[in-house]
């Protein structure tokens, strides 16, 4: 006889620690597609961490947190909480809160209405939450303080058509807190608030992550986020997972192209070409958007091959001057003393966009604008300060050059 899963899981107890989430294995492909919405994705979340999981659109991060709260089936795989399955629980008795992207609240009522409406409207929840039969009173008192947290106090009587974007989302991160759930599920909350509105709500969530206490699971596709908040970022591509790890971490030592993506900002220099040698150690990079070679140090990496790569370099490594005293191999990215080269510098104000051309090619690299000679980070860029970098020879130290595999995206040093 088979088990009824409200019975053989125990409902979360006042006073729980967060859970400790694991997947194994976790997929989930919908019928009639050629490709799976999540591969073989296996992840295990601490107790009370906050993970971020990015990835460009179509990388399946909506449907990790659908999974996690029952509302999709996996084709295969196991999801944990504490160790126990929970395949066979349904929504209501995983003890999960959802923060979706747009604020599902009720236009018809009030804020303090909407405050208060949800699992706390459940007798059996109520009951278990509080231990006592005030709930009423507990509840009143519970939105007051959540909504001062929040700076909505003043909204609670206000109707939900008339308040702004940034306010509604704070109503339903709100609701979140007054009825909390030991995982919380946060589906880009903040992709639709103006910049303000964002950092204010980043700044919101920051304060409040102890009153959270809470295993928190956060989508965004904006690194933005993750900075500011995460313990570790995730990132996934085409369904599968290519890295896991700090933020930091992840920045300056990515394993994957869809990781350098999300670090766009300034963009990061991405140069396709070919590696050859003459037969020893010795590699050379030809460029093809610039139809030369650039040769390489002669440095030790047994990962490097013969054939398509692309190189990533990211623009607050470039250097247009030999700093002192610097003992490492470099990389000569664009010589101006050659003068079959032609070499053009515009400033954007964050940086400039050095343009190289060689006969009916060129190809352009992003130099963020970091004290170079006679200027300083916020000085205006000089017309003459401009001619001398467009004689400059610009490099980058071997440390900072990273090579990835055009076919599978792969870090390939």
């Keep these: ?87 066979e629980v349904p929504p209501h008795c995983r003890g999960v809160g959802y923060l979706f992207q747009e604020p599902a609240l009720f236009p018809d009522r009030d804020v303090r209405a909407n405050l208060a409406f949800g699992a706390g409207d459940d007798e059996t929840w109520c009951f278990w939450r509080s231990g006592r039969r005030d709930l009423k009173a507990r509840r009143a008192a519970r939105i007051e303080a959540v909504a001062l947290q929040l700076g909505i106090a003043d909204l609670l ?27 919380l599920l946060l589906d880009e909350p903040l992709a639709a608030l103006d910049p303000n509105c964002r950092r204010d709500l980043i700044d919101d969530l920051r304060d409040l992550r102890p009153v ?18 995460a313990d570790r970022v995730a990132v996934l591509g085409q369904g599968r997972l290519r890295q896991i790890g700090p933020p930091a971490a992840l920045r300056n030592d990515p394993d994957h192209l869809d990781v350098i993506g999300l670090f766009d900002d300034p963009p990061v220099n991405r140069l396709a070409g070919r590696l050859a040698t003459d ?19 002669k440095v030790e990496s047994s990962r490097l091959r013969v ?13 247009w001057e030999d700093p002192p005293g610097l003992d490492e191999p470099r990389l000569d990215l664009i010589d101006a003393a ?32 970091i004290n170079p000679p006679g200027l300083t980070a916020r000085q205006p860029c000089q017309a003459q300060a401009v001619a001398n970098l467009a004689r400059s020879r610009w490099w980058v130290a071997w440390s900072c050059c990273q090579w990835f595999d055009p076919a599978t995206g792969c870090r390939l040093d």
């Design 307 to 319: 054939g398509p790569v692309i190189l990533a370099i990211r623009p607050e490594a470039i250097s």
């Design 157 to 183: 009587d206000r109707a939900v058509e008339t308040l702004s974007g940034g306010q509604r989302q704070r109503v339903a991160l709100g609701r979140a807190l007054v009825h909390p759930r030991p995982l």
């Design 1 to 87: 006889m088979k088990m009824n899963p409200m019975e053989s899981t125990p409902a979360p107890r006042e006073g729980d620690p967060p859970p400790h989430v694991e997947t194994r294995q976790l997929s989930l492909r919908y019928a009639h597609t050629t490709s799976a919405a999540l591969e073989d994705l296996s992840l295990t979340i601490a107790s009370g961490e906050w993970l971020t999981v990015a990835g460009r659109s179509g990388a399946g991060k909506t449907t990790l947190l659908r999974l996690l709260a029952g509302l999709e089936r996996p084709t295969r795989g196991v999801i944990q909480f504490n160790g126990r399955d929970q395949l």
């Design 338 to 369: 050659d003068e079959t080269t032609r070499l053009a510098v515009e400033d954007r104000g964050w940086g400039w966009i050095v343009t190289a051309g060689r006969s009916d090619r060129r190809f352009r690299l992003r130099a963020l604008r």
């Design 212 to 229: 959270l206490r809470a295993t928190v699971v956060h989508v965004t596709h904006d690194l933005r986020d993750a900075l500011a908040l």
């Design 279 to 297: 037969g020893g150690k010795s590699f050379s990079f030809l460029v093809d958007s610039l139809g030369c070679a650039i040769r390489l140090p």
